[in-house]
């Protein structure tokens, strides 16, 4: 099986629409590529609140998702405020690859981050 079960992303921050065609916004992209369905648990952390739990998503064997944090349909009904700093764990009953993309529009030059997240070796 490939991936890990644990990951870990400390660098959440919805950005704006903004006004480009481009829309701001950012997302969880999990790679599944086992015979099994991951069933996978949020945890979202932020500064001066606490912790969001239990936003349950699954992703079918062999398959690809992507999960937008401004879509309340794929967080559990939860809306993530923008420009708020935040952190997520993402756990996982097999084994998964996560990745972390992020479009800001808030300015001319448009800027995309996109990063794989930590997870420890098992």
């Not at 490939?2 to 997302?27: A, C, I, N, Q, T």
């Not at 084994?95 to 997240?117: F, K, S, W």
Request: hydrophobic share 35%; net charge negative.
């Amino acid at each position: 099986m490939y991936g890990k079960k644990v990951w870990f992303f400390p660098d959440g921050d919805r950005p704006p629409p903004g006004d480009s065609l481009m829309k701001g916004h950012e997302s969880y992209v999990v790679l599944n590529p086992n015979e099994k369905d991951a069933h996978l648990i949020f945890t979202l952390y932020f500064e001066n609140d606490q912790p969001v739990r239990d936003i349950r998503m699954t992703v079918c064997a062999e398959r690809v998702a992507c999960f937008q944090t401004h879509n309340p349909a794929h967080f559990g009904g939860h809306i993530l405020p923008l420009a708020q700093q935040y952190a997520v764990k993402i756990e996982s009953d097999v084994p998964v690859i996560i990745q972390y993309g992020r479009l800001d529009a808030r300015q001319e030059n448009l800027a995309y981050y996109t990063t794989m997240g930590y997870t420890e070796e098992e």
